[in-house]
Structure formats: structure tokens, C-alpha cells
């Protein structure tokens, strides 16, 4: 008999994978839940906060391509091509025929995820399941009951589940000084418009070169010129009143982002380069970091064989090394993207992306780091904190500018308005010294440690940091009573506060007794997704799937395809009866589910 119930916290891309695993086992699963419950604080269904026309804008283009989306009841492409021309007017896709390949408007994705979720629970009642959705429920709280119960709270209602699965995605807090011209965060995008519909005739700053400040960029350029194409090439020509309009991005390395790129394979694979046995099995007590040893062991012959189809014959020669470490691979490869001009250097990749594109041909260095960082993601309990110290330091900037590739649309609307003279890129680290009537005044230091100051009647903060702290955890009960506990790594090589650099913050170090450990960030969990409460011992019924409160322990879960396989991990955690014990799932059990779900 059905007993069971299951709520989802959030009805973004997570909770609709995680639909779609359910759907996929619902001949089992169906034995076990009568009833699943989604709740959602906005009026919009199915849409995410990156995709909601309430929070961006019809000129914000996605940076995934229908081919490289996760199966869902229907393909991007297959549901665009089914809509009504008008309709697709109105989410900005007018260029025809609608292509796999092809990115669109993340308002177009919204409209998709949305219809894909309707789909998902038609085809959940029909196997059945009883669904019951709550829009404009705000969730505040959760509470433990029992070992098998919790209970939501929302503003207005108190709802007792058997599991709940926390799935709330993007999160930011406001923390706008708007009478200083001062956003935190890009979102939502109107409120960065001129209410009074005037131009904007100054320089407005933007921190951050990411694809949400180039968000930020296109809709701020389309109120203010006009975008044209001459002889295969956009340019853009300002409103006649709107002269002293530009903005200027503000980067630490004055790095724009690489460009999107071809792929021989487009989704990612936890074990496409390496097996189980020998993950799990490259552990080494007497090694201080296990990513030097991945990286020697796994990513350098990937590598090798990637380069060699790539033929960037002064990097083999490099890694042929074997003293040549992951840092000095990474800086060899960022070196081959600074330029004098970061828009000069944009325009040259464009034009090779550009030819790439057109005769299929991958960057197959670029694919198989990216994929080698998916499975390393998924293999954290492996590292000492010296290892997440070493990641988030010196990997992870990188990757975040390689990996999150902006599309090729977009870098044709940045080199328009930079041959207009209406986009600029400093260079140094900045710092928001006060905000006042006058506006946001920073300071900013370059790599020769020169100082110069800024003063901007708009700034935006675009840096792109979402991540919640332990302290600020929402649902407070579950902190209060002691049902979650913050994410921390011990240290392998040290044991006393003064012996980890300077860098490092003292309140991230947690001396216990004799052995001192890193405060990662966020909340820990097992390898199924369930709180660990501060004994260490693994909730029964509250999973939490949300990059923004788990990153500390996934540092490397950005994207669809890591909500997808968020989503499969826990789901296939409920069929498994040794995956709901009353002790956390290790990595050496948790990784035989990744070696036969052979889509993670």
C-alpha cells in the first residue's frame, strides 16, 4: 500500500529532472508515494530564476543548445519548432529554421521547462501518482517531526511530508543601495532600467566579465542603440540622444570569456576517462593533494591525447613533463588567452570559433577538462581541505571562464558595441570603497600593484556569487535543532592555525581537539544528497539539492546537466535500500551507482 508522500521544494530545472527520474521509475516509485507536492514562490511554474520572464529579459540569451540539454519529454528544438510563429516572436526567436545546435533566448528555455514540467506531471497522474502544485508559496521554514517526517511551513500553511527534496536554485539577497546607484546583483534586469524610460548618458560600471554582466550588457545596449548587420558583420549605432551612454566591465585578470565551442560529445561523463577501481583507488595517504595525483594520473594522458587532436604542440611537449603540475597547465592555457586587447583577442577566437563551428571541429582540450572536472566533482570525499583550498584557488577561476562559454551571439554584440566605442575592460582587482548620493566609489588595484580610483552613478555587482552561508541557511529550524551541520574538510598536512597562509581566513578554521579542519562553505551532506545533522548522521527525509547551499562540497555544480545528474543520484537513492541507511553513503558505494547509471 502506498503510505509515502514527497514534496519539492522549487520547480526549476532540478525538481523537473527530478520529476523526470521518477517518471522514468515510477513502476517501483509508484509503490511507494501517493502523493508529490511542488511548491513554488513565484506565479510562474516550471521556469528556474535564469529563465523567468519576471527576472531577465527577452534580449538574454541562454548559453546551452537544444543537443546538449538532458532528456526531457520533448527536445528545446522539436517543442520550438512546434510553436506558433507569433509566439516564438514574443519569446525573441526569429531566426529560421529552428536548429539542435542553436542557442536561444532564456526566456524561450523558461517557456520550455515550464511546458516540459506540465507534460511531466500529465504523464506522473497517469501512472498514478496524485500531484499537487502550490504557486506563491513562499517556503520559510522546515521542521524535523520524526525519523520518516518533516513539515514545511509556508507563509500561510503547514504541510507534513515524508521526504522532502530542497530544490530552490538561484537565491540573492538584496542588498541594493539603489539611492547610491548600487545593484548587488544583476537580477531581476528591470530594475537596472531607467523607470522614466531617459537614457543613460554616462559610464556605467559593471564588476564581473560573466555571462550574467553580459546580461546585464545586451539589455542596457538595446535600450540604448540599435544593433544592424552589414556585409555578415553587427555593428550598433547609438540613439541620437543617447551619446554619453557606455559601460565598463571590471575584471581581476581583465579576461573575457572564451567562446562557445564545438563539441564531439555534448554531454559530460562521470567515468568517460577513467574507471571506478581506479578513482577511487588512487587515494594515497602520503600524498598531500589527491588532485596532483588525479591530474597526473587521469587528466595528463586525456590531456595528451586531447592536445594531440587539437595539435598544440608547444603544450604536449609540456605535459610530456612529468614535473609540469595542474597549476602550470593551467596558467600555460589561460596565457593563450590574454591579450593586449581583450576585444581584439574576442574578435580572433570569434573568427576561429567561427570556421570550428562550421566544419564540426571540437576543441577537444577544452571538452575533455571540463569533462575531467564533472567526474572530479563528483569525487570530493577524496580531498583534504588543501585540496578544495587548491581548487577554489587556483582551478576553479579558470574553469568558470573557460567552461561558462559565452555564445557566439553574444560575443558579436559585445565587439559591436566595442567598435562603437561604447564597452571598455579594466584590468585589477577592485574594491567598493563607499557608496553615497553621488554614487558607487572604488578603488582599483592592477597586477603591478597600481592604484587608481573610479566613480560610477550605476554599478552592478555581476560577480556571480549566489552561494549561501551556514549562517544564513533559510529554513532556520533545521539549523536550530541541530538537523544540519556546515560543510568542512580536515586538513592533511597541518594541524595548527598559523601554519595555513595568510590568505586563508582564521574564522574558515575549525581547530577540534587536535586536528584542524577548512570551513568549505554552505551545508554538508552525504553522497546522495541528505542533510547531515552535527553528529554527522544523514537525514532520513530532508535531501538538499541547491548548488547555492551544497557548493562546498560539489564546487564544480553549474549547469543543466549538473542538475540532471543532482537529480538521478538522489532518485536512484530512493530504489536502493542500501543507499537509505541510517549511516552517510560513502563514496566507495555511491560511485557503483555511478559506474551503471551510465547517463551520469
Request: some cysteine.
Amino acid at each position: 500500500m502506498k503510505t509515502s508522500t514527497l514534496a519539492l521544494i522549487g520547480s526549476g530545472p532540478t525538481s523537473i529532472y527530478a520529476l523526470q527520474h521518477i517518471l522514468d521509475n515510477s513502476e517501483v516509485l509508484g509503490k511507494q508515494f501517493h502523493l508529490i507536492s511542488i511548491f513554488e514562490k513565484s506565479s510562474k511554474l516550471g521556469y528556474g530564476m535564469p529563465f523567468n520572464p519576471e527576472f531577465t529579459d527577452i534580449y538574454n540569451l541562454a548559453n546551452i543548445s537544444s543537443e546538449e540539454i538532458p532528456k526531457l519529454p520533448q527536445t528545446l528544438a522539436n517543442w520550438l519548432r512546434a510553436q506558433d510563429r507569433n509566439y516564438l516572436k514574443d519569446l525573441n526567436v526569429v531566426e529560421f529554421p529552428i536548429k539542435d545546435t542553436e542557442v536561444y533566448s532564456r526566456i524561450a528555455l523558461g517557456a520550455y521547462f515550464s511546458a516540459q514540467l506540465k507534460l511531466l506531471l500529465q504523464n506522473l497522474k497517469s501512472k498514478g501518482f496524485t500531484i499537487a502544485t502550490y504557486r506563491n508559496h513562499n517556503v520559510i521554514d522546515i521542521k524535523t517531526i520524526s525519523n520518516t517526517t518533516a513539515e514545511i511551513i509556508t507563509e500561510t500553511h503547514r504541510f507534513k511530508f515524508n521526504k522532502i527534496i530542497i530544490a530552490t536554485g538561484h537565491h540573492w539577497e538584496n542588498k541594493d543601495q539603489s539611492e547610491s546607484g548600487y545593484y548587488d546583483s544583476p537580477w531581476p534586469i528591470f530594475k537596472l532600467l531607467n523607470p522614466s524610460k531617459d537614457y543613460y548618458n554616462f559610464d556605467i560600471g559593471i564588476l564581473g566579465a560573466s555571462l550574467s554582466a553580459f546580461d546585464v550588457v545586451t539589455s542596457l545596449a538595446h535600450r540604448h542603440g540599435t544593433f544592424l548587420r552589414k556585409n555578415n558583420r553587427l555593428t550598433f549605432k547609438l540613439h541620437a540622444k543617447a551619446s554619453g551612454f557606455k559601460i565598463t566591465l571590471h575584471d581581476a585578470n581583465g579576461w573575457l570569456p572564451h567562446l562557445q565551442y564545438e563539441q564531439e560529445q555534448p554531454y559530460r561523463e562521470i567515468y568517460r576517462y577513467t574507471t571506478r577501481e581506479t578513482l577511487v583507488n588512487l587515494k594515497n595517504e602520503k600524498d598531500a593533494l589527491f588532485i596532483e595525483t588525479y591530474f597526473d594520473e587521469i587528466c595528463r594522458p586525456a590531456l595528451l591525447n586531447a592536445l594531440e587532436k587539437d595539435d598544440l604542440r608547444d603544450v604536449i611537449q609540456l605535459l610530456n613533463n612529468n614535473s609540469f603540475d595542474f597549476k602550470q597547465f593551467i596558467e600555460t592555457m589561460a596565457k593563450k588567452h590574454e591579450y593586449l586587447d581583450s576585444f581584439v583577442g574576442m574578435r580572433e577566437e570569434l573568427e576561429l570559433a567561427d570556421k570550428l563551428l562550421k566544419r564540426n571541429k571540437p576543441i577537444h582540450w577544452m571538452e575533455t577538462l571540463d569533462d575531467l572536472m564533472y567526474s572530479l566533482n563528483f569525487h570530493t570525499d577524496l580531498f583534504s581541505a588543501e585540496d578544495h583550498l587548491f581548487f577554489n584557488t587556483e582551478i576553479k577561476p579558470f574553469l568558470m571562464n573557460v567552461i561558462a562559454a559565452l555564445p557566439l551571439q553574444s560575443a558579436e554584440i559585445l565587439l559591436a558595441l566595442y567598435e562603437a566605442d561604447c564597452i571598455a575592460l579594466i584590468n585589477g582587482k577592485v574594491e567598493i570603497q563607499n557608496k553615497t548620493t553621488h554614487g558607487t566609489h572604488l578603488k582599483i588595484v592592477d597586477e603591478d600593484n597600481n592604484e587608481t580610483t573610479k566613480t560610477y552613478k550605476l554599478f552592478i555587482n555581476s560577480s556571480g556569487n549566489d552561494t549561501i552561508a551556514f549562517d544564513n541557511f533559510p529554513f532556520k529550524s533545521l539549523k536550530i535543532n541541530g538537523d544540519i551541520s556546515m560543510a568542512k574538510a580536515k586538513f592533511k598536512t597541518l594541524s595548527r592555525i598559523k601554519d595555513v597562509r595568510s590568505s586563508v581566513p582564521e574564522d574558515a578554521l575549525l581547530p577540534v581537539n587536535d586536528t584542524l579542519f577548512l570551513n568549505l562553505g554552505g551545508i554538508a551532506i552525504d553522497n546522495v544528497y541528505r542533510c547531515l545533522d552535527e553528529n554527522g548522521q544523514p537525514s532520513q527525509s530532508i535531501y538538499d539539492l541547491a548548488f547555492n547551499h551544497i557548493y562546498g562540497l560539489r564546487p564544480y555544480s553549474y549547469g543543466l546537466q549538473a542538475c540532471n545528474a543532482t537529480s538521478q543520484i538522489m532518485v536512484t537513492s530512493l530504489l536502493d535500500s542500501a543507499l537509505q541507511s541510517d549511516e552517510p553513503v560513502e563514496i566507495q558505494t555511491i560511485t557503483h551507482t555511478y559506474d551503471e547509471e551510465r547517463t551520469l
